[in-house]
């Protein structure tokens, strides 16, 4: 168990902590709050739950948060579902975004590179240059406070100044990745009904171009509430008939006008992977998201105006709202439109010395890659100015915070996070002052009461139970859309543990603070009472170098009994014979418990994935329950439909 690490891989020193925001902010609010003065970070987070008001009280004041009508009191009911913060008070998140404009006007807010790999600048004058005109255009086109609009985009300018635009006029923003198929994005945007696109006619990825005209030309056929459609010639083609185009939408220089919204109005709608049935809308606030992403990269990632923030990630992620919103705390941003791997594996890594990233996030199954492919990051590439290297989307296994350290710089801060879609945020990582212990996340979040529960609801410590949150965080979402009672987001997180909020991770809270991930809970292996998360497995299999990646499902049969197959994608030239499966066997045996040895282990084309690069274990256990492809999965937020094939193929003939 992770309580037994002997020794932190890595300290903060006293200038470190000294310098970090969040120690500023500690004595800061204990001169005008009264947080502790002492204690160091624990202390701060204690108080940060058990005195919730006053805490996002300080981080409004921090951060200067303009409310342009004042606030009632911070938390008009505690309830969860339907948490009320800061009632009565009105204020814009894009006019917070674009702050830095007033005094850095010529430095850059965003730097975009694509797959060239150099880097262009976009001053904050021009950013907020162009969220004026673009917003002046929505107005005109008849776009009001609570309307949706939408972006089929990748990740470059346009998509951060359309997503502010709407922003600064009330509208609500919701965008897909255009490596979605048409279907995936109807079953998003015909649930939110948008009245307006804004659409590129293709994008470059891997050193070839995709055209998505014909794409785009069936979302305007499938969503009759749109009133525009804004063309972005990234392949430079002429705009379809009817268009509009966003040169002439957004080169007006118009002063921006911040539309005054009340704190819990929507900002955004994201969608969960929606691996069955219609993906969820998770609707989330302008003030919450504010607050939030203010308290999450200002404070745990430590984030300022010297600093440059470069997160891979699409537009159809959270992360990439997560990034956008470095601007808030006058952050430079780094937009990479490209495959993560273009032209090698160390891409990634060229892109963030290029741009000088102090912060560099990226997924964990990316540094897996790396390790395995030999990538060199700290021989190969200039990367002193990054101090901290950032993982989310899967837990980093141990061996990925060990490659890290050698292959990047051994005073590196490496903060493995864990959060969701649903919150848009972390509930635990990020700490600049806490030391990093190998496979720990370093500490739940400020102001979020994370907890490990056992069914019974009794708290946990060093133990594996569910990922529980005791207290309401601003960014929960206010609704789901077209939930009318509330019922579909009830049902969601708090149908186990009522007016609790349980996220579906096993997770284990070490008696130091820090946190330990091990997967879905929905998809556990739970093998004679010992349950086990899946990615513990994954971290142990993908070790040997024959698995290019793994997938791990438990069954539970008809008659009692429970069938738990281990499926390996292999690597090339690598072959599933009598020797590697006594050694994937004994690994697991060994490192794990032998009571999760696998019954079968079955060489795979490959393993499915949802759009936004998850591997997809609760839609194949179904179909290997027997469900049919159309009740075990959403078939458009699935990577490769045909890899999902194999595995229905498999439970016909098993019967």
């Known amino acids: 168990m992770s309580t037994t690490n002997p020794s932190p891989l890595w300290q903060p020193s006293a200038e470190g902590i000294a310098q970090a925001q969040v120690t500023k902010f500690q004595a800061w609010a204990a001169e005008r709050h009264g947080a502790p003065a002492d204690g160091g970070y624990a202390a701060l987070h204690r108080w940060s739950v058990d005195e919730l008001d006053t805490f996002w009280k300080a981080v409004t004041e921090w951060f200067d948060v303009r409310f342009s009508t004042p606030y009632a009191r911070v938390l008009g009911d505690r309830a969860m579902p339907g948490a009320a913060w800061f009632p009565g008070g009105t204020l814009n998140y894009a006019e917070h975004a674009l702050r830095a404009a007033e005094t850095r006007a010529d430095e850059p807010a965003l730097l975009y590179v694509d797959e060239t790999h150099e880097s262009v600048p976009v001053t904050w004058s021009d950013l907020r240059r162009q969220v ?112 509009l185009e966003w040169s002439a939408l957004t080169s007006a220089d118009v002063e921006p006008v911040f539309e005054q919204v009340p704190f819990d109005h929507p900002l955004w709608v994201l969608y969960s992977s929606g ?12 003030g919450g998201i504010l607050v939030e992403h203010l308290k999450q990269l200002g404070l745990h990632c430590d984030l300022g105006p010297e600093d440059r923030f470069f997160w891979y990630t699409s537009t159809g992620w959270m992360m990439w709202n997560f990034l956008v919103s470095g601007l808030l705390t006058g952050t430079t941003i780094v937009l990479y439109d490209g495959s993560p791997g273009y032209p090698d594996t160390g891409a990634q890594w060229r892109i963030a010395e290029r741009t000088g990233a102090t912060l560099f996030g990226t997924s964990a199954a990316y540094v897996m890659a790396c390790r395995k492919a030999e990538v060199h990051p700290s021989r190969d590439f200039g990367l002193g100015r990054v101090r901290c290297v950032a993982t989310t989307g899967s837990p980093l296994p141990p061996d990925g915070f060990r490659w890290l350290h050698d292959e990047v710089r051994e005073d590196l801060w490496i903060a493995s996070v864990s959060g969701g879609t649903d919150v848009c945020s972390c509930f635990a990582g990020a700490v600049p002052t806490l030391p990093v212990y190998i496979g720990e996340l370093q500490a739940a979040g400020l102001g979020t009461d994370l907890q490990s ?35 579909r987001y009830h049902d969601s997180y708090f149908d186990t543990y009522p007016g609790v909020w349980r996220h579906g991770d096993w997770i284990t809270v070490t008696s130091r603070g820090s946190v330990v991930i091990h997967g879905r809970s929905d998809s556990t292996l739970n093998r004679q009472g010992v349950r086990m998360g899946s990615a513990d497995i994954y971290e142990a299999v993908e070790r040997l170098p024959e698995i290019k990646e793994s997938l791990v499902i438990g069954v539970e049969q008809p008659d009692g009994g429970y069938w738990m197959p281990l499926f390996v994608h292999l690597a090339p030239g690598a072959v599933l014979d009598e020797d590697l499966l006594n050694r994937i066997k004994g690994t697991i045996r060994e490192q794990l418990s032998p009571r999760h040895v696998p019954d079968e282990v079955i060489e795979v084309p490959g393993v499915p994935h949802t759009l936004t690069g ?30 999902l094939r194999f595995y229905e193929k498999l439970a016909r003939e098993r019967g």
């Not at 069936?218 to 972005?232: G, S």
């Not at 691996?275 to 302008?286: E, M, N, R, Y």
């Not at 133990?463 to 979402?477: D, Q």
């Open 132 to 243: 004026g005109s673009l917003a002046a255009e929505l107005r005109a086109l008849g776009v009001r406070p609570g309307d949706r609009v939408s972006g089929y985009l990748p990740n470059i300018p346009e998509a951060v100044v359309a997503l502010l635009a709407t922003a600064a006029v009330g509208g609500v923003w919701t965008s897909c990745a255009p490596d979605f198929g048409a279907r995936s994005v109807l079953d998003r945007f015909q649930q939110v009904e948008p009245v307006v696109l804004f659409a590129v006619d293709g994008y470059r990825y891997g050193g070839k171009e995709h055209d998505r005209r014909d794409t785009v030309a069936e979302l305007r056929r499938e969503l009759p509430t749109l009133n525009a459609v804004v063309h972005i010639p990234l392949l430079g083609t002429q705009a379809p008939e009817d268009a």
């Open 275 to 286: 691996t069955t049935g219609l993906p969820k809308a998770i609707v989330q606030s302008q």
């Open 453 to 487: 529960w056992d069914p019974s609801g009794k708290p946990l410590t060093d133990e594996v139970g569910e990922l529980v949150v005791t207290n309401p965080m601003p960014s929960m979402p206010i609704r789901f859309w077209n939930d009318p009672d509330g019922s």
């Open 614 to 643: 998850k591997r997809i274990e609760v839609p194949v256990k179904r179909l290997l329950q027997g469900a049919s492809m159309e009740k075990a999965v959403n078939v458009g937020s699935v990577d490769n439909v045909e890899l």
